[in-house]
């Protein structure tokens, strides 16, 4: 039950602490100040998870299986071999949400409160505004049915894209060798630095959270020479008070 949120804490304390040595831009010296509010993020919408998004996940979760629901469940498949299907299927659907999130105007009013963040790390995986967990939760149900997915084969993406999360996001500084060959199956630190960056045709592409293979495949891949040259952000937002947490609650309704 705990699992996940110990996952996520260690993952957070280890990467935090590496990108502090190992940093891929240097010079940063407000590192605690940028990341409270995204702390306060974090903490927020684990409370709004807890209260509204976990319990209807559960029930939808224990309804598609006590059908069984969804197409893995139409025929037989050893459990590993599920676990894989299960896993890319749910990747595919992360990633056609995420572009959607940058084609709707709608859902880009919330999802703009993520890419504010003017000085990108680890933290900015926490910096996600309560509307688009929300909106995200509950867009995702008829999904998990459809597939036919487990609440643990849930529980288990989620930590596995947490993760992901916390570490493409990071100020990380790794050889470009070990960035290229890590991109050929991840999103890795450089690719998601270019989908971070001010300028909008860049902001449009790498979107995928997990595996690297549906940017390249749907043409949204997208990579830039040297990353320490992308400027993180929007054209909009960019004054402090909207890299605090009034001013980044309120994005989405400005």
Do not use: C
Request: aromatic share 14%.
């Amino acid at each position: 039950m705990y699992t996940k949120p110990y996952s996520i804490f260690a993952a957070l304390i280890i990467i935090f602490t590496l990108e502090g040595v190992f940093p891929h831009r240097s010079g940063r010296r407000q590192r605690i100040t940028h990341a409270v509010p995204h702390v306060l993020t974090a903490l927020i919408n684990g409370v709004l998870t807890k209260l509204f998004v976990a319990g209807v996940t559960l029930q939808v979760t224990a309804w598609a299986a006590a059908r069984p629901a969804g197409i893995m469940n139409l025929f037989e498949v050893p459990g590993p071999l599920r676990a894989v299907i299960v896993f890319v299927l749910f990747d595919i659907w992360m990633y056609l949400w995420h572009r959607a999130n940058h084609r709707s105007a709608f859902l880009w009013r919330f999802h703009r409160a993520h890419h504010a963040d003017t000085e990108m790390d680890s933290t900015t995986a926490l910096r996600f505004h309560p509307g688009e967990l929300v909106l995200s939760a509950f867009a995702r149900l008829p999904v998990i049915v459809f597939i036919g997915m487990s609440f643990y084969e849930l529980a288990f993406f989620e930590i596995m894209l947490n993760i992901s999360t916390l570490f493409h996001h990071s100020n990380l500084g790794i050889p470009k060798s070990w960035d290229r060959m890590l991109r050929v199956v991840i999103v890795t630190p450089d690719m998601h630095r270019v989908h971070h960056s001010i300028e909008r045709f860049e902001t449009d592409s790498n979107f995928t959270s997990l595996l690297s293979v549906w940017d390249r495949l749907s043409r949204t891949f997208r990579m830039r020479g040297d990353t320490r040259t992308v400027v993180f952000g929007l054209p909009v937002f960019r004054e402090v008070y909207y890299q605090r947490i009034r001013g980044f609650l309120i994005t989405p309704f400005v």
